[in-house]
């Protein structure tokens, strides 16, 4: 048997919470790319009109440390800020582009909803088949997405019917709960599995995530390391770090 699968056994597990971006569909990278895009030209043009050299948007660092896995907001208001650069918040019914931290927001989004239409959503194989292996154990399972997106990617990707409850970001928007890494999203999930804490574990692919299971008192809490981050996972406080679930049941 598997580590992973051992451990839950030993932890007495009854739940599973997964994060949607990066641990089920492999949509990370196209809210990177989406993002990269939309910051990119946005340093290029601010740049020219002040005189000045911004450093554009990288993945491996930028956005992993400032945008992943956060509400949208939040990664305009926190990368722009790494630029020294500060915004008004405007309104999330501003235009899309318009230079406000939700304008630049919404642009993310209409770049990110181009991608998904053009790339569709890939899931992750071992992630499902794993999963469905635990459904038929009598796991619960629940998925949570600080994305807005969350329910068309779910759909997307034809796997909505896998996880019995959902906690996105609009309704995370709708109840005040906080981002990550604020444990809100991941209690808010166990609450509706009607598990505690200590009987669910957490899967995160980015180190915010991990540190919003580890702040939640989450029976276990598993990195997933989709993007050769290991170091960073654990040392957000992750139990235990794997590359991929395992086969064997
Ligand atoms: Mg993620």
Redesign the pocket.
């Known amino acids: 048997m598997s580590t992973l699968n051992q451990t839950l056994k030993d932890r007495n597990i009854k739940a599973l919470i997964l994060?949607?971006?990066?641990?089920v569909t492999q949509t990370?990278r196209v809210h990177a790319q989406a993002w990269k895009r939309m910051f990119d030209a946005y340093l290029k043009k601010r740049g020219e009109e002040e005189g000045k050299d911004y450093a554009p948007l990288e993945i491996e660092t930028d956005y992993r440390e400032h945008i992943?896995?956060i509400p949208r907001y939040d990664g305009v208001r926190n990368f722009l800020q790494s630029r020294g650069i500060t915004l008004p918040e405007g309104d999330p019914t501003d235009d899309i582009g318009e230079e406000t931290v939700a304008g630049l927001g919404n642009l993310k989004n209409m770049y990110f909803q181009e991608l998904l239409k053009q790339d569709g959503v890939d899931e992750y194989k071992d992630t499902i088949a794993w999963l469905q292996q635990q459904r038929s154990k009598g796991m619960r399972t629940a998925v949570i997405?600080?994305s807005k997106n969350c329910v068309d990617v779910l759909h997307a990707a034809g796997i909505a019917k896998l996880f019995e409850e959902h906690v996105d970001g609009l309704q995370s928007a709708e109840m005040g709960l906080k981002g990550k890494p604020a444990p809100d999203i991941f209690l808010e999930a166990a609450r509706r599995l009607g598990v505690s804490p200590q009987e669910a574990a957490i899967f995160?692919?980015?180190r915010k995530?991990v540190q919003a299971g580890k702040a939640g008192g989450f029976g276990l809490v598993v990195g997933i390391d989709r993007t050769r981050d290991a170091e960073g996972l654990k040392a957000s406080g992750a139990d235990m770090v794997i590359q991929e679930f395992p086969s064997e049941v």
């Open positions: 994060d949607l971006d990066g641990v990370a992943d896995g997405s600080a995160e692919d980015a995530g």
